[in-house]
T-cell receptor
Framework: GAVVSQHPSWVICKSGTSVKIECRSLDFQATTMFWYRQFPKQSLMLMATSNEGSKATYEQGVEKDKFLINHASLTLSTLTVTSAHPEDSSFYIC????????????FGPGTRLTVT | LAKTTQPISMDSYEGQEVNITCSHNNIATNDYITWYQQFPSQGPRFIIQGYKTKVTNEVASLFIPADRKSSTLSLPRVSLSDTAVYYCLVGSAGTASKLTFGTGTRLQVTL
């Protein structure tokens, strides 16, 4: 199957700083990528849809000025958590759908963000 | 987006067949049904996808009745390593079509 990578796999930052998380599709091009966050023992929550060459579409309740998304190429989307606070500590997961077959969606391994 | 309903948790012994059923009463005509497996601190892993009837791959089978308002993921002869959360998702084909996760089913396999 298709492979999606994320970097870093975990990051610890101080409150008030910004953190950038990268999501790459390694063996396919992705015009659209998705960003999710997941708190312990909970399901994944869709944050936004990242569109190559255009603005991201955010889900209701997600602050677009706090979670900056850039989809600079067909294989890379980045999520920047600006002015991070402890409540932003979470597991962030990206995904992309391939154009082959039935458009299966493949997920990255996730990034654990801890804000101290 | 079609909402899905699954049992919160299930228990099984190693070697048994496990069937997890998902309800999706308002599934649309162009929606597919996809199942994912997630281990702690990992991204979800694609298991199987189907539109109608039965689909089988090397790890699971997916049964979808004619009305498509539910689906059943069947895991043959589970092992301890199948302990995970299983999510049923419904969504249309297309690279920009987003998928929304429900609560998932936490499967615990024991000896």
């Amino acid at each position: 199957g298709a492979v999606v990578s994320q970097h870093p796999s975990w990051v610890i930052c101080k409150s008030g700083t910004s953190v950038k998380i990268e999501c790459r599709s390694l063996d396919f091009q992705a015009t659209t990528m998705f960003w999710y966050r997941q708190f312990p023992k909970q399901s994944l929550m869709l944050m936004a849809t990242s569109n190559e060459g255009s603005k991201a579409t955010y889900e209701q309740g997600v602050e677009k000025d706090k979670f900056l998304i850039n989809h600079a190429s067909l294989t890379l989307s980045t999520l920047t958590v600006t002015s991070a606070h402890p409540e932003d500590s979470s597991f962030y997961i990206c995904s992309a759908r391939t154009q082959a077959g039935r458009y299966e969606q493949y997920f990255g391994p996730g990034t654990r963000l801890t804000v101290t | 987006l079609a909402k899905t309903t699954q049992p919160i948790s299930m228990d099984s012994y190693e070697g048994q067949e496990v069937n997890i059923t998902c309800s999706h009463n308002n599934i649309a005509t162009n929606d597919y049904i996809t199942w994912y497996q997630q281990f702690p601190s990992q991204g979800p892993r694609f298991i199987i996808q189907g539109y109608k009837t039965k689909v089988t791959n090397e790890v699971a089978s997916l049964f979808i009745p004619a009305d498509r308002k539910s689906s059943t993921l069947s895991l043959p002869r589970v092992s301890l390593s199948d302990t995970a959360v299983y999510y049923c998702l419904v969504g249309s084909a297309g690279t920009a079509s987003k998928l929304t996760f429900g609560t998932g089913t936490r499967l615990q396999v024991t000896l």
